[in-house]
């Protein structure tokens, strides 16, 4: 059946665009959304997650494992790159560019130093999904299947958890937050942690991917700034609204007019959004 | 015994100095008000007694112990609930969740006080999964004293409780907190302009005036409206 | 002065990157000690014959995306030089070793302060054509000698330069191969940059003498990682086989998941396995089924490479298999570079630019891991053998010959420039020293014919 066949062909691009955007925009919109924080060195915690999946499966955990120490490693960094750096630029939004930038520079040299140009890879996993003449990757899907639980699991943490509460109080009005006993400060480090975790995450779920290099994150960074100004500030259904609206646009440009002409449909989509509506998807979700 | 201490605080903003030698006094069970005109510094002490400003002297005692290098949070949990003028409830939140985030004001408290609150404000029940900012300006405040309540402070701030509030909810609550401090024995200390809420609810009465404390009415002269009026009217 | 005193860095001191064996620390002491003495020698006697050292400087990147690629041919000018026990005509060779860090204004500065201030011999660097380009008027300029040695497309017709590395024309035996056992429709992915897109012209090219045509080709973007619709788009097309011109970790990936999506052509490749070793890189059987030509690869199987090989993988450990490195083309380019520069300094016995460079167009011979290499005196480029390497499953690596049976020969011999290349630039006859050509050519798409 061609018919079913260019339906599943789209379907299958379609979620790993959407995976894609999704897992590459998560960490830095639960970042920016909650502390107003623009981490320029977002790439490279996604470059960390997937070297340390990539080392985690050398030394013989199972890939899903491996993802989540991956996770962890990056969540950890994260918790000391706030500590050290984050903290004492709170409501300084160029400061923070200019440092988190700085960052990352020193983060790709440090790693091209230790591990030198190319890094373990690791092979993909789950093989082929076929049905009549059509083929994908499974791996492909279960990544944007993840992307889907990634988004389930953050919205748990945000509605679930005292830490989220605290966290979207926090956001909507912090001196008040901070009037009724909630410690801010705590909570931002908890939130810059959380976002590494998640870019630790998609960085080692990117790992089977790509080839990992010191500079694996630049391959990142456009989809995940652009899914973070198409979404505004809501974290949740601004970054899925947005990552689902590009993933819409970029799958059929990309299919008829091939990789340059997705990413050209991706930018062009992007500037009309922001000039229509300038505070992205959450302008609209959240008018109140 | 005094709950409240203040003793000769001055504070502003940056360096515009708005409160000058500001000593006064709260003692447990009261509740107290303090009238002024617009600019006179009303807020600005409510601010200074939560910690979003920081004296630039002068001394803060809370239930015996200095509070003044305490940051916000740590006044919140030491037991002080704030109602600040403009509400500011968390619009995007529900209503419910509102109140969990104000649970933490007073970390000595057994537990948190949901059902006594949707008891007193039934309405807050009603909308208890509606988002915040729905509400209206009245429910929004009930919804605001409800949250700093809900932890069981010692010591209540409500600053402008009436202001955009309509009169019968403006009764309401000047009676809830006067229940409230008969039931849970919660201090209420508050700022306002609206003579009769003023009147209904207070014992004891603080005037102040471009920054200073001017006079202190006792429950006598709060009954009689002239002397209030003087010193409120703008 | 001390004899350990003969590698210069931007800070004058040595590099920190070996400083861990012995020999490099005993080498580092001496350095403080002797900078101050050569202050006073450099700058006055330098290039010109006379005494004190014979200068060369490198620009090899040695951080950056492409710090992997500079610090092997740092390794392999290394290694000649301690063969030399750095002397060349009786006198001592002190060695000038920048790093441009892939960054062109620092390649225009570096070159600059190499060729004023350093006063130096020769020039071997750049890896890039774009960094190339932006130090080539400078080099012009001031007629400095340089050697330019990373594969490229071609077309540098220059008095000052001397290349000896593949050129995009010295491939074509792929093209024929491809078409001759796989079939005439492919599908061609090229990134989307000067490089890709020039030698995709030649490929196309040759493709059409051999009566064959792209069914499509997909130009992409250089940071593209995510091939889903390419990948589509080629099952689509249902080509022969796959002409890949991707360049760069980013589209490298399209072979892990084009291999998951169940893509099971043969890749005719102009630009991987024997610069970027992604069969070393990745595991098997990810490139199975890669054919790629070149003029090198560490797996030519002549004593003259196996005995190369083992020696630069004893002194660079990192380039063993189990490092997971790979002694690359751009290692034996810098190697036979700085070998023809040895030859040519030898042969004309002073290091004058000018008597240097007539003993470069009088057309060099010698062998090299590579097999024999002639230095062509009117285009300035190497004539070389070219290999055509079949990656097997479990990405060994065979080499072929036309019919496409295992051979330890390479698949053509001699291979000059294209001719378009040599009928353009003849800088024997049409150029000299004070009155140079210093062109950069690039052929329009009727031109090759």
Known sequence: MAVVESILRFLVLLLSFFGTLALAGLGLAVIFGIMGIINFAHGEFIMIGAYSTSIAYGAGIPLAGAIVVGGLTTGAFGLVVERLLIRHMYDRLIDTLVATWGLSLILTQAVQIQFGGTFGSIPVPFGTFQYAGFSASMYKIVLGLTALGLFAGTYAVFTQTTYGLQARAAMQNKEMARSLGVDTGRTYMLTFAFGSVLSGIAGGLFAPLTVLTPTMGSEYIVEAFVTVIVGGTNVLIGTFGAALSLGLIQTPASQLFGTLGGRVALLVTTILIIRVLPEGISGVVTSD | ?234 | MSRDVRKRTENGEKDSQNAFNRRNFLKSVTVSAGAVSLGGCTGQIGGADGEGPITIGTLYDNSGPLGFVGKGKDAATEMWLEQQEYELLGREVEWIDYNPAGDNTKYKNLTRKQIQQDDVDMIFGALLSSNREALRPIVDENQQLFSYNDWYEGGVCDEYMVINTTLTSQQRPLIDFMVENFGSDYYALVADYNYGRVSNRYARHYARENGAEPVNEEFIPLDTSEFGSTINRIREEDPDWILSLLVGSAQYSFFKQAESAGIDLPYGSLANIAGTYEHVSFDPPVMADTYSCFSYFQEIPTETNQEFVENFQERNPAYTKEEGGYVFLSIADAWNAIRFYWNAVENAGTVDQEAVLAEYENGLEMDSPKGPVTFNGETHHATQNMWLAKVNDDHSVSFLDMDGEETEEPIAENVQTSEWFRNQCNLVDDSSWDEPRTEYLTPDEGDLG
């Open chain 2, 1 to 234: 015994m005094s709950l409240l201490e203040l003793d000769a605080v001055n504070a502003g903003y940056g360096r515009t100095p708005v409160l000058h030698d500001i000593s006064m006094e709260i003692h447990e069970g009261e509740i107290v008000s303090l009238i002024g005109r617009n600019g006179a510094g009303k807020s600005t002490l409510m601010k200074t007694i939560i910690g979003l400003l920081t004296p630039t002297s002068g001394e803060l005692t809370f239930a015996g112990e200095s509070i003044g290098d305490d940051s916000p949070e740590r006044r919140a949990r030491r037991g002080i609930g704030y109602v600040p003028q403009d509400k500011e409830i968390f619009p995007r939140l529900t209503v419910h969740e509102n109140l969990k985030v104000g649970r933490f004001v007073n970390e000595t408290n057994e537990r948190a006080l949901f059902e006594e609150m949707y008891d007193y404000f039934p309405i807050l029940d009603e909308r208890r999964n509606q988002k915040a900012g729905t509400m209206s300006g009245g429910e929004q405040q009930m919804l605001a004293v409800a949250r700093a309540l809900v932890g069981a402070p010692d010591l209540l701030l409500l600053d402008e409780p009436s202001e955009g509030v309509q009169p019968t909810i403006v009764e309401e609550i000047s009676d809830i907190v006067q229940e409230i401090n008969r039931d849970i024995g919660t201090t209420v200390f508050f700022v306002e302009q609206n003579l009769d809420f003023t009147i209904n609810t207070t014992e004891r009465c603080y005037v102040i005036e471009t920054g200073e404390l001017v006079n202190e009415l006792p429950p006598d002269d709060l009954r009689d409206s002239e002397v209030v009026q003087r010193h409120i009217t703008v």
